[in-house]
């Protein structure tokens, strides 16, 4: 009889682990999704932000020109417009690409367009720091061919290029955090899954 009870206690106390198990795993599962969907909407909501700033610039560069004393070159505005419109566009492109992740989907493919992401990031990057010598160059040929003397002028665009180097800093760190943060959370995942 002793033989008998001790085999019923162990085999419930086996099932109890066994739900134990499933259940930490379960609550793991939803931790890392949770996670996960956190540092994509936080991509999301900025890839939104920046497309709507440039959206935004257009009608401001317009206005500031024709409806106030700060008068820029034509050139300047058609350059502006331009470049907003571009990054406009890369923006809604990057918004696309996050709202194609779902993690009620499969996780190789959020792991794909996670990879993806991070290309099209890089991408970014690589443009531009081939950009920042024209960045920086352009008012400095403008301030010289207008004779720019008032100390002013320098000395916004020179607060102009820190806070650029700080919000670059900033923006690459950001980027970094959220997109790791996805990718290890996908990849426990994807080891929980193969358990």
């Keep these: 009889m002793e033989l008998e009870d001790l085999k019923s206690m162990w085999t419930s106390v086996d099932e109890r682990l066994k739900k134990q198990e499933l259940l930490k ?7 890392m999704r949770e996670k996960s969907s956190k540092s994509l909407d936080r991509l999301r909501g900025f890839e939104a932000l920046g497309a709507a700033v440039s959206l935004f610039v257009i009608p ?22 331009a470049v907003c419109v571009i990054v406009m566009v890369w923006q809604i492109v990057k918004v696309g690409l996050l709202q194609k992740m779902d993690f009620m989907k499969s996780i190789n ?18 443009i531009l720091l081939l950009t920042i010598p024209v960045i920086l160059c352009l008012p400095i040929w403008l301030f010289v061919n207008i004779h720019a003397v008032k100390a002013l002028q320098w000395v916004i665009f020179v607060c102009g290029t820190i806070f650029g180097a700080l919000a670059g800093y900033y923006l690459y760190n ?10 290890q959370s996908l990849e426990d995942l994807k080891e929980l899954e193969e358990k």
Excluded at 175 to 183: A, E, L, Q
């Design 174 to 183: 950001f980027y970094n955090r959220h997109i790791d943060s996805i990718r």
């Design 25 to 31: 795993e379960s609550i793991i599962r939803k931790m």
């Design 109 to 126: 493919s959020n792991l794909l367009q996670v990879n993806r992401y991070n290309v099209w990031i890089k991408r970014e990057r690589i």
């Design 60 to 81: 401001l560069i317009i206005y500031l020109n024709y409806f106030t004393r700060f008068h820029m070159h034509q050139s300047v505005i058609y350059i502006v417009v």
